[in-house]
């Protein structure tokens, strides 16, 4: 089955400090996303990860704020960058190996907690 | 728009049935349905397709109403392990979802 691994587990940063997530999947995917859950809350879409171009950002979420890379069809990252306490949440990557099937799968999310 | 789901919360008694309902303003491709336990990432259950056939596997099913752009969850024979948060996730095409509200589960012996 689809292994979808991410790093850190979990961080506790200062605020105006900057944070960079990896995740790393087990084989070549088609697609790789970016979530953001809030404690007790559903999930939120924060971006699409494109493999060697910009990322594709959704509504309320801009670039300088989430700086994503995915620089081959396997790794990317998201960075979470001057960071206030409303960033506190928990951050998943998900991936879609067969665009056909349309089938998501998510990693097991860092949990960010802003002081 | 988030997708609604009812009810928010659950509490059965082992070997009971439940329905989960998720309802979306928009037009609908796809309807994807996760299990997510507390601390833990969401697990994928089942995708239902426009046009295609009602899902399910072992006592876990899943309908889908196009024109009036819900689905439903159908859980049989509730077991301990299938406590948790559902969650419908739903696309109007493409292979962005957008999250319903959640439905906490709680199956108690």
């Known amino acids: 089955s689809a292994v979808i691994s991410q790093k850190p587990s979990r961080d506790i940063c200062q605020r105006g400090t900057s944070l960079t997530i990896q995740c790393q999947v087990d084989s070549q995917v088609t697609m790789m996303f970016w979530y953001r859950q809030q404690p007790g809350q559903s999930l939120t879409l924060i971006a699409t990860a494109n493999q060697g171009s910009e990322a594709t950002y959704e509504s309320g979420f801009v670039i300088d704020k989430f700086p994503i890379s995915r620089p081959n069809l396997t790794f990317s990252t998201l960075t979470v960058s001057n960071m206030s306490p409303e960033d506190s949440s928990i951050y998943l990557c998900s991936a879609i190996w067969d665009r056909s099937t349309y089938e998501q799968y998510f990693g097991p999310g860092t949990r960010l907690t802003v002081t | 728009q988030q997708p609604v789901q009812s009810p928010q919360a659950v509490i059965l008694r082992e070997g009971e049935d439940a329905v989960i309902n998720c309802s979306s303003s928009?037009?609908?491709?796809?309807v994807h349905w996760y299990r997510q336990k507390h601390g833990e990432a969401p697990v994928f259950l089942m995708i239902l397709l426009k046009g295609g056939e009602q899902k399910g596997h072992e006592k876990i099913s899943a309908s889908f109403n196009e024109k009036k752009q819900q689905s439903s969850l159908y859980l049989t024979a509730s077991q301990l392990s299938y406590s948790g948060t559902y969650f419908c996730?739903?696309?109007?095409?493409?292979?962005?979802?957008?999250f319903g509200t959640g439905t906490q589960l709680k199956v108690e012996l």
């Open positions: 996730g739903t696309s109007g095409g493409g292979n962005k979802l957008t």
């Open positions: 928009k037009a609908l491709y796809s």
